[in-house]
């Protein structure tokens, strides 16, 4: 991997954490209250963080490809999926909304993401695929490996959840989301940020 694009996937990766913070809280705002700017927060922050999670996932494959490339192909592959799907949903949500469609179409499930399946499902098996091959044979740091793996299972809860709950006031649905949304993902993409950004940094002050 490229020092430039190391440097880009950190970025990425942190404003992929700030997005995906605010969309959890405009989402709830959303959930309680059913204000139309926190929808058009939610889903542009849902559209954006999907599309920055892109690059994140490239640099987690770059990472891990020699050691399991088959089992890195494939978390690249899910992950992609899951990312461009999420931001199609927001985009969705957008579509809806810059229109004044009539029923709001953003409380419409969306076709290519239906209750989550791209935002929490895929996006957690690529997760869970990363975490479980660097733990077992390295290429990241074992802590961001293990919060990837927490966040993978703390996003399969949300997506059954959604699945069979619906309601996303339930206790289980609401506490999931909070913890996933403003503690474990972001602690994911930051420490991950960090240790690309730091690498980076080493690699250019090393003498020549």
């Known amino acids: 991997m490229t020092r430039s694009f190391q440097r880009f996937a950190g970025w990425s990766a942190v404003a992929a954490a700030a997005a995906g913070v605010t969309f959890t809280i405009a989402f709830s705002v959303v959930v309680r209250e059913g204000d139309r700017w926190a ?3 939610s889903a542009v922050a849902l559209a954006g963080g999907g599309l920055l999670t892109v690059p994140v996932l490239i640099a987690l494959y770059a990472l891990v490809r020699e050691r399991e490339p088959e089992f890195a192909l494939l ?3 899910l992950g992609t999926v899951g990312a ?3 931001a199609a949903h927001g985009a969705f949500d957008v579509a809806g909304l810059s229109k004044h469609v009539k029923p709001d179409l ?3 499930p969306s076709f290519g993401d239906p209750r989550g399946f791209a935002t929490f499902g895929l ?7 990363f975490g479980t091959v660097a733990l077992r ?3 990241i740091d074992r802590v961001v490996a293990r919060i ?7 996003l399969l809860v949300l997506y059954v959840g959604r699945l069979t709950v619906l309601d996303p006031e339930a206790n289980v649905i609401k506490a999931t989301a909070l913890i996933s949304g403003l503690v474990v ?4 993409f930051l420490l991950f940020a960090r240790s690309l950004l730091q690498t980076t940094l080493t690699a250019e002050r090393a003498p020549a």
């Open 123 to 129: 996006t957690a098996l690529a997760l869970l695929v």
């Open 185 to 188: 993902n972001p602690a994911f």
């Open 106 to 108: 953003s409380n419409v």
């Open 148 to 154: 990837a793996v927490l966040a993978a299972l703390l």
């Open 84 to 86: 461009l799907a999420t």
């Open 39 to 41: 929808k058009w927060v």
């Open 75 to 77: 978390g690249v592959l």
């Open 137 to 139: 044979g390295g290429g």
